[in-house]
């Protein structure tokens, strides 16, 4: 191996090591005793003790929350990619007066930082009684993900090739068949990658659940959590076993997309 490949593969060595310490630590904590924690803060643990998955599963709303989490990811993920993969044709495939101008408004939507449109929200949705609702949150979540959506199918649209498009138009197709039967099955992958992608956004979002969910029975899991970790502050193996479960389904679908999600990264970046 070549000292420059060497010292490459070192340094990537090194950043892994350094991104999987806190969900080693997280594991480790969460399989020990709260007396060994107490002594044994950072080694491994000496027994695994599984009564903290246990209290977490049996003794809180744990699925509740789990459920209206699932609710929120799959009705934001979903309104999100209908828009996007329909604004992204557009401004893609279709001629129009201010398509340049719509696209690099949606991307400069992307720099926006969602804390400074929470107040203004509020107020909107105390009048229109969209707090605590789940279609209140779904659109703010839709909101949020859709700029990014839009810029990364966009980019991929126009990597297609544009014979396929005049082929499809001499037969008659207009372009929502054209969206359906050839747009959206060769853009599988970025497609998936927005699914995983956004679905880990709104699966770990804290502060929109809390503000805009005030019902206890419309906390998400991450909110609950939170929740969680007040009450029982001193048992952090305890808190810990909940962030291992909580982090558990992401983690999986993100392995089971891992093919696709790389390739949807790279989508638009070499034509």
């Known amino acids: 191996?070549?000292?420059?490949?060497?010292?490459?593969?070192g340094i990537?060595?090194?950043?892994?090591f350094l991104a999987l310490v806190p969900t080693f630590f997280m594991v480790m904590t969460s399989l020990?005793?709260?007396?060994?924690?107490t002594f044994n803060k950072i080694g491994p643990p000496h027994g695994l003790v599984f009564?903290?998955?246990?209290?977490?599963?049996?003794?809180?709303?744990?699925?509740?929350?789990?459920?209206?989490s699932i609710i929120l990811a799959l009705g934001a993920v979903a309104l999100s990619t209908v828009v996007s993969c329909l604004g992204?044709?557009?401004?893609a495939r279709m001629q129009f007066t201010g398509r340049g101008l719509l696209f690099s408004v949606s991307t400069a939507l992307m720099a926006v930082p969602p804390v400074v449109m929470i107040v203004p929200l509020f107020?909107?949705?105390?009048?229109?009684g969209l707090i605590s609702t789940y279609e209140g949150a779904i659109?703010?979540?839709?909101?949020?993900?859709?700029?990014?959506?839009?810029?990364?199918?966009?980019?991929?649209?126009?990597?297609?090739?544009?014979?396929?498009?005049?082929?499809a138009r001499m037969d008659g197709a207009g372009d929502l068949l054209i969206l359906w039967r050839i747009v959206l099955p060769l853009s599988l992958p970025a497609l998936l990658t927005l699914v995983v992608v956004n679905?880990?956004?709104?699966?770990?979002?804290?502060?929109?659940?809390?503000?805009?969910?005030?019902?206890?029975?419309?906390?998400?899991?991450?909110?609950?959590?939170?929740?969680?970790?007040?009450?029982?502050?001193?048992?952090?193996?305890?808190?810990?076993a909940g962030m291992v479960i909580a982090s558990a389904p992401i983690i999986i679908l993100s392995i089971a997309f891992q093919k696709y999600f790389i390739e949807g990264l790279m989508a638009g970046a070499v034509k």
Not at 123 to 128: A, D
Not at 141 to 151: C, E, R
Not at 203 to 222: C, S, V, Y
């Open 1 to 9: 191996m070549k000292p420059d490949h060497a010292l490459k593969h």
């Open 12 to 16: 990537l060595l090194i950043a892994t």
């Open 32 to 37: 020990k005793s709260e007396d060994e924690y």
């Open 51 to 68: 009564d903290n998955f246990r209290g977490v599963l049996f003794d809180s709303p744990f699925f509740i929350w789990m459920e209206n």
């Open 88 to 91: 992204a044709y557009a401004i």
């Open 123 to 128: 107020v909107l949705y105390t009048e229109l």
């Open 139 to 167: 659109i703010i979540y839709a909101g949020l993900i859709t700029p990014f959506s839009v810029y990364l199918l966009t980019t991929f649209f126009r990597t297609l090739p544009r014979e396929l498009f005049e082929s």
């Open 199 to 240: 679905a880990l956004y709104v699966w770990n979002d804290l502060i929109i659940a809390i503000i805009f969910l005030q019902d206890d029975a419309k906390r998400t899991l991450m909110a609950g959590i939170s929740v969680f970790q007040g009450r029982y502050e001193n048992q952090i193996p305890l808190v810990m």
